[in-house]
């Protein structure tokens, strides 16, 4: 495996302020645990590297310690914190019995903002602590008045709004199981997820707001409930306020406010710590979506590390994090309120035509400090010329990015653009973790182009094809031991066989997540893109990120996609396929200064056989761009057994792309 190695050593883009770093939380743990719990080899608090040593050698010690550090209420004690460490299957806090939800409600203030929810619009509203806890207590008894119980499942058909944050908290404090996915998912899509979970209660709104359009769903809502046959009521939210119709449904239909609206005192039920707290599903992109099942401790423990050390959140912070309810971002920005700060709500475009810098201007309006986006929305704010300095940023200390690999070109923007002082805190994790592998913390540097360092208690490795760990060289990552957040397993695979193929088939014990990254001997991760779209040309293998980085930096590319079919006559295509901004034109011209920047970002081995201009790139529905979908449509795979066209955000290209393969493989 090949790729361009980062030299030894490089000064980085940024360094965290001493005092700064010294004040964080992440350095009063460092504090702590050499205090408490006699951590070895960490002399000075803001080391990030030691700390990171100690987390992933001294595990039991370290997930002990995030415990006990953020005085984890169980009502009943563990036994051990780690009983076999065997991936899959290892078992966390065995014993131990709590509720998620009652961490998510007991550090919030009273009196202060707990959810802020905005929309596109510029208009929002604010749902105290105490208000909070009391629609958790209404809708949680109107649940049980439903008989929602321990174990069963409830459902959400609903946008980035405070119903879902409260329905989601309501059913965790009642044991139930929770799933949420957006409403730009067809009936059937949604119906292709629920519907595996037998659910007894589905929640869903009247519609929702995207680039200037209110979005009906009432249609959409009743077809849903209908092809979820076991449920006994269906929960009816007015958000953009359509009426409902009267009648025209099967089975109980109510509104929201019958739930929300009631004078109710908030029993929480405590569960095992592996009891299942929320189904979240893999995009579906080649068949039924997979159901991955995570539990109440894991989750709050992951969580807690995440926001509370990593992103430094605390009483008096708020995070704004785009997202959608189907990305599992949303469950990171619900998870926010554990760490006592405020969480906001944001229902609309990132970027609507009429006002492309809304996320900014309301960043400022409400002194975020901590703003989240993805890597392809920082490119287009830069592309289109918005300039979020006009507004007062002076709040935001970090900009997390995450979703995909973020380009080198992103960094100085937003230090130009947002502020000197803000930290870019590029990530990647994954659903199937709701949590990040690397990241960034306040005492980390960052470099451009590169997540700062692994993420605490991640024992993260580069393996090449043999299986050993590398450094400074391409490899699979890997992570050697286990996370408390990994699933407890996939909803109706009674045998585990499809968890440990997915995850344990390449290397047996240890997980591959299925990215190529490098870790440099300097401490960072360089994240190259999937390696099951790995470009393999004459043997030598290539990351797609590097390419899509260096050509997506051109004003007149909006966005690109590699990909390398292997031909019947043993030959090997690798094209470029490219959207072009408004008004720029593919000439002999442009593919050459896309030839150019790829020789000198990448190698001259990364420049494609063929550059081809295509009207857009398809994703699934959070944003990941579909390579190798895209791949076997050009190989003359069927369509229908490579994609399903529901989980694609515009299944018309499916037909494009077919076409093209089909041009491509007639050719004599």
Known sequence: MNAPHPPPYREPFFTPDPESAARSRIADFARWVVQHRAAEGIQDPTDYRALHHWSVTDLEEFWAAVWDYFGVDATTPYERVLAGETMPGARWFPGATLNYAHHALRNLQPDAPAITALDETGVGYEITGRELRARVAS?????????????????????N?????????ATASLGAVWSVCGQDYAPKAAADRFAQLEPTVLITADGYLFNGTTH??????????????????TVLVNHVGLAWPKGGGSGLMLPWEDLATRAEYLTIAPVPFNHPLWVVFSSGT?????????????????HLKTLGLHTDLGTGDRLLWYTTTHWMMWNLVVSTLLTGATTCTYDGSPAPQARPDVLWELAARHKVTVFGTSPQYLLTMAKMGVEPSVHDLSAIRVVGCTGSALPASAYPWVRDHVGADVQLASTSGGTDVVSGFAGSASTTAVWAGELSAPCLGVALAAYDTTGAPVLD??????????????????WNDPDGSRYHDAYFGAFPTVWRHGDWITLTSYGSVIVHGRSDATLNRNGVRLGSADIHDAVERLSEI?????????????????????????????????????????????????VPDEIIAVPAIPHT?????????????????PADQVLNPAAVDNPELI?????LGEERNSRP
Do not use: N
Not at 139 to 159: E, F, I, S, W
């Open 286 to 302: 080649t068949g039924l979506p997979k159901g991955i099942v995570h539990g109440h401790g894991g989750v709050l423990l992951e």
């Open 161 to 169: 709004t405070p119903h879902a944050i409260v329905a989601f908290l």
């Open 655 to 659: 037909a494009y792309f077919a076409c």
């Open 216 to 233: 009906d769903r009432r249609a959409a809502s009743v077809e849903l409930a209908a092809a979820l046959p076991t449920l006994k009521a």
């Open 621 to 637: 529905k959070t944003g990941k761009k579909l390579e190798v979908p895209v791949k076997r449509l050009l190989q003359g795979a």
């Open 473 to 490: 060289q391409l490899g699979e990552l890997v992570v050697t031991r286990p996370m408390p957040s990994m699933p407890l397993y996939f």
């Open 558 to 606: 909006t966005e690109a996609l590699v990909v390398g079919a292997e031909e019947p006559d043993g030959g090997y295509w690798m094209p470029l396929f490219v959207v072009l901004a408004a008004g720029a034109h593919l000439d002999d011209s442009l593919r050459e200064r896309i030839r150019e920047a790829i020789r000198a970002d990448a190698s001259p081995r990364h």
């Open 139 to 159: 809708v949680a008894a109107g649940l049980r008045d439903l008989g929602v119980g321990q174990g069963d499942r409830v459902v959400g058909y609903l946008p």
